[in-house]
């Protein structure tokens, strides 16, 4: 089992900067990716960013990129999401995952373990 804690969600204003924190417990040993989705009201469950075991390989839906980075550091088990530039659009519940099995992927089927959420709202 593993358990994920999300935290870093507010309120911002356009054009502002949040920083999301994911942490991981359990038997994370086996991971081999990691990644954020996100959530918003009357909508599907959507990919934002992942990112592979090493750090190496990162992935951004086309909506994000170039305003949110993905990181992780190992060694706390820790995932991060800067996010700038931040849009009324990007208002949703954002979720944390892991995937077990080696590969970096972009749809949420593929995640065994998911965190409980973080609210994140941009007021325009």
């Known amino acids: 089992q593993v358990q994920l804690v999300e935290s870093g969600g507010g309120l911002v204003q356009a054009g502002g900067s949040l920083r999301l924190s994911c942490a991981a417990s359990?038997?994370?040993?086996?991971?081999?990716?990691m990644g954020w989705f996100r959530q918003a009201p009357g909508k599907e469950r959507q990919f934002v960013a992942a990112i592979s075991w090493s750090g190496g390989s990162t992935y951004y839906a086309d909506s994000v990129k170039g305003r949110f980075t993905i990181s992780r550091d190992n060694a706390k088990i820790m995932m991060y999401l800067q996010m700038n530039s931040l849009k009324p659009e990007d208002t949703a519940v954002y979720y944390c995952a892991f995937r077990s099995l080696v590969g970096v992927i972009t749809y949420s089927r593929g995640y065994d373990y998911w965190g409980q959420g973080t609210q994140v709202t941009v007021s325009s």
């Open positions: 359990g038997r994370t040993s086996s991971s081999a990716s």
